[in-house]
């Protein structure tokens, strides 16, 4: 990022923070996706909160950004294991932020597993989560109870832009690993499974690049919208993947179990359009299916008699190449630092939230301030 364009995204981001100040004195545990961006995001984090440390998610880490970051902030490695497990979980915030009033930033209900242990047995007090995703928001809503305020901006209008850029992304990663191998999507018998924003944009991409679209969600009322904008449509997994040559994952829950991969048809192209573990059953075919690299970010998975290619071992295929979505990404990150200050301030009791519609146009005010020129 060029000099210029830092100067501008740190005014954006001091003109959101003075906008939307924090309250109590706060630490914030951060996930994030460690693209090059990302560090004015942080530094904004830093100026309403303690930054406790940084989580980077695995599979989307820029080296030269972690480097830098780490000179700035404690960063800690991240897994789903370690918040799987309540007491581990409590014992990584003790050691990390005991005492203390907390805020977890997280990006895909990382903190779901454990959140009731935190919030119950932690030395200090847990005000609440900001959840950035689509998955995240299922794994919270999907809790009995909340026992904190977890405001979700995965449904936020001003998500809309980065969805439908996401989407965009991931065909254009998809186009280049699979055209590393001398193949094109042109004329493919494509499949993507779930039609949310990002599925939409998915759909829609490929088909303007000439592939013939088949869509599948659980929820009828999706299958009713992709078929009024012309899409063909299926009624379940199994008959959607027959005739697939390219499947896109991006349900933001899990789209393929063990027994689904055996519906794809020899020579198919598997992408997903988040983390592996959370899209693809993958773990299940180990011991099953031979697992071959034929390429970079392409694996040939094969038992007797059939066969197939997994993009990016199954993570988010657009992070291959930098999953670059432009400056619209920072309307997102806006509305997470929005709601690490309402948190601070106690605005909200226990359960799901979303921001309010005034703070949101604020936030794009601000935003065609800064990028609109």
Not at 164 to 171: D, N, P
Not at 203 to 218: G, I, K, N
Not at 323 to 351: C, K, M, N, W
Request: glycine share 8%.
């Amino acid at each position: 990022m060029e000099s210029p364009e830092k100067a501008r995204l740190d005014a954006f981001f001091r003109q959101v923070t003075t906008r939307f100040p924090a309250g109590e004195n706060v630490t914030t545990l951060i996930i994030t996706h460690l693209l090059s961006e990302r560090p004015a995001f942080l530094r904004a984090m830093a100026a309403i909160s303690t930054v406790g440390a940084v989580l980077p998610k695995p599979r989307s880490i820029d080296q030269p950004t972690l480097k830098t970051v780490r000179c700035d902030f404690t960063v800690h490695d991240l897994s789903r294991e370690q918040f799987t497990d309540p007491t581990s979980a409590l014992e990584y915030l003790e050691n990390t932020a005991g005492g203390r009033s907390v805020i977890l930033v997280d990006i895909g209900g990382y903190f779901a597993p454990c959140l009731d242990t935190l919030v119950e047995k932690f030395s200090g007090r847990i005000l609440g989560v900001v959840e950035d995703t689509e998955n995240g928001h299922q794994r919270y809503a999907a809790l009995d109870h909340l026992p904190c305020p977890v405001v979700s901006v995965a449904r936020s209008p001003l998500k809309d832009c980065e969805d439908h850029l996401v989407g965009r992304s991931i065909v254009f990663s998809t186009d280049a690993l699979v055209r590393a191998r001398g193949d094109v999507l042109t004329s493919r018998n494509a499949c993507v499974i779930g039609f949310g924003k990002v599925g939409r944009a998915i759909a829609q991409t490929l088909r303007a690049q000439d592939a013939r679209v088949t869509v599948y969600d659980t929820d009828p009322v999706r299958r009713v919208q992709a078929h009024s904008q012309g899409f063909r449509t299926s009624t379940s997994t199994v008959e959607a993947l027959q005739d697939a040559e390219l499947v896109l994952c991006a349900t933001g829950n899990l789209a393929l179990r063990q027994g689904d991969f055996t519906a794809l048809r020899n020579g198919a192209y598997l992408a997903s359009v988040t983390s592996s573990e959370d899209e693809l059953e993958l773990g299940s075919l180990h011991g099953l299916y031979q697992r071959t690299p034929v390429g970079e970010h392409l694996t040939r998975y094969e038992i007797t008699g059939h066969y197939f290619y997994v993009l990016a071992d199954g993570g988010a295929v657009n992070f291959v190449h930098g999953a670059a979505v432009g400056a619209y990404i920072h309307l997102v990150q806006a509305e997470v630092l929005a709601a690490t200050a309402a948190l601070s301030q106690d605005r909200f009791h226990p359960g799901l939230h979303e921001m309010p519609t005034p703070d949101r146009q604020a936030i794009a005010r601000v935003w065609f301030d800064h990028f609109d020129r």
